[in-house]
């Protein structure tokens, strides 16, 4: 979630978006019959209809994000609509910026997003909830693809459904609440197994960018904090690798570095095995820089690592350098 507090600063709140200590996804069904594979890539979508501006934009920002990382589109679901709308206007009835709604209170769905996907009639398998407030949709996508947690949960290769909730109304102390549930059909033998990434992507997603520009320097105050011995102000942007849902990243080096010099960027590296919050999957590996970035400056990132599938016995070896520039002040 990410609460933007201040006009045009990335700064705010971010808590977890499924998969950990805050909102855990639902388990994960075996399809019947199953099906030989994943989806390859989707790459094209039906045009959403039903939503307004505000809401096309952010699915709009948020497919094009994907599409540009290398992964499959996200199709509107109606029914997933009304569970992420629903919850948008509750955070606005309640006044209350959480993933979980207490039964009771006004316009109460359901407690965790997948009750709440449920009882609009969608069956969820894995995914995420991710949702922000304050500030205009369409840049909340990028925010939260900006926190470490919440970029997981937007570069998940899987997902093949999307819905987008989006509430202009103010609370005491909210507004203009953002939410979007990423998931899975169980229902369907097939959509349910998800996707892959894109032929072109090898099989690994690295982010931000080759070749970005404008790249905040600043992480965000994502919540709960992933490097919690630090002020979460204080982070920089971070870099990550990410593979498919059902493979093992190992991490042999990981660093950021001053382009220019080639000094390293004090960063921590965060895994599945030493993620203080017990946020990321096994898929995923990012490190944050410990302090902000530099402005206009640019850096490179080198990954050297491998992937393997259960049962872990033989390994892809993986390599990945690449840049990206920061923005102005």
Same mark, same amino acid.
């Given at each position: 979630?990410?609460?933007?507090?201040?006009?045009?600063?990335?700064?705010?709140?971010?808590?977890?978006?499924?998969?950990?200590?805050?909102?855990?996804?639902?388990?994960?069904?075996?399809?019947?019959?199953?099906?030989?594979?994943?989806?390859?890539?989707?790459?094209?979508?039906?045009?959403?209809?039903?939503?307004?501006?505000?809401?096309?934009?952010?699915?709009?920002?948020?497919?094009?994000?994907?599409?540009?990382?290398?992964?499959?589109?996200?199709?509107?679901?109606?029914?997933?609509?009304?569970?992420?709308?629903?919850?948008?206007?509750?955070?606005?009835?309640?006044?209350?910026?959480?993933?979980?709604?207490?039964?009771?209170?006004?316009?109460?769905?359901?407690?965790?997003?997948?009750?709440?996907?449920?009882?609009?009639?969608?069956?969820?398998?894995? +995914?995420?909830?991710?949702?922000?407030?304050?500030?205009?949709?369409?840049?909340?996508?990028?925010?939260?693809?900006?926190?470490?947690?919440?970029?997981?949960?937007?570069?998940?290769?899987?997902?093949?459904?999307? +819905?987008?909730?989006?509430?202009?109304?103010?609370?005491?102390?909210?507004?203009?609440?953002?939410?979007?549930?990423?998931?899975?059909?169980?229902?369907?033998?097939?959509?349910?197994?998800?996707?892959?990434?894109?032929?072109?992507?090898?099989?690994?997603?690295?982010?931000?960018?080759?070749?970005?520009?404008?790249?905040?320097?600043?992480?965000?105050?994502?919540?709960?904090?992933?490097?919690?011995?630090?002020?979460?102000?204080?982070?920089?942007?971070?870099?990550?690798?990410?593979?498919?849902?059902?493979?093992?990243?190992?991490?042999?080096?990981?660093?950021?570095?001053?382009?220019?010099?080639?000094?390293?960027?004090?960063?921590?590296?965060?895994?599945?095995?030493?993620?203080?919050?017990?946020?990321?999957?096994?898929?995923?590996?990012?490190?944050?820089?410990?302090?902000?970035?530099?402005?206009?400056?640019?850096?490179?990132?080198?990954?050297?690592?491998?992937?393997?599938?259960?049962?872990?016995?033989?390994?892809?070896?993986?390599?990945?350098?690449?840049?990206?520039?920061?923005?102005?002040?």
């Amino acid at each position: 979630m990410f609460l933007r507090v201040a006009a045009g600063a990335l700064a705010g709140t971010i808590a977890g978006c499924g998969g950990g200590t805050d909102a855990p996804g639902p388990p994960a069904p075996v399809p019947v019959p199953a099906p030989p594979a994943p989806l390859s890539a989707v790459l094209s979508v039906p045009t959403p209809v039903g939503y307004d501006a505000d809401r096309l934009a952010a699915f709009d920002r948020l497919n094009a994000i994907r599409l540009s990382a290398g992964l499959g589109m996200l199709a509107q679901s109606t029914q997933l609509d009304q569970a992420a709308q629903a919850h948008a206007d509750w955070v606005i009835a309640n006044d209350s910026f959480s993933h979980q709604e207490s039964a009771g209170t006004v316009g109460f769905t359901g407690v965790a997003w997948w009750n709440r996907d449920a009882a609009a009639g969608y069956a969820s398998t894995g +995914g995420a909830e991710v949702m922000a407030a304050n500030g205009q949709a369409i840049a909340e996508v990028d925010a939260l693809t900006n926190m470490l947690y919440h970029r997981e949960c937007v570069l998940s290769f899987s997902p093949v459904d999307v +819905g987008i909730g989006y509430s202009s109304g103010r609370s005491t102390s909210l507004s203009r609440a953002f939410v979007a549930d990423i998931t899975s059909p169980s229902a369907d033998p097939i959509r349910s197994v998800g996707q892959t990434a894109q032929g072109v992507s090898g099989g690994v997603v690295a982010w931000p960018l080759d070749g970005a520009t404008g790249v905040p320097t600043r992480m965000g105050l994502e919540s709960p904090n992933p490097v919690p011995t630090l002020d979460v102000s204080t982070l920089g942007t971070p870099a990550s690798i990410s593979v498919d849902l059902w493979k093992r990243l190992t991490v042999t080096s990981f660093v950021m570095t001053l382009a220019s010099t080639g000094e390293v960027v004090a960063s921590r590296l965060l895994q599945s095995s030493n993620d203080p919050n017990h946020e990321i999957g096994q898929e995923f590996v990012g490190i944050v820089p410990t302090q902000p970035l530099l402005p206009q400056t640019r850096y490179s990132v080198t990954f050297i690592g491998a992937s393997a599938v259960s049962p872990y016995t033989s390994t892809t070896p993986i390599q990945r350098t690449w840049s990206f520039s920061t923005a102005s002040p």
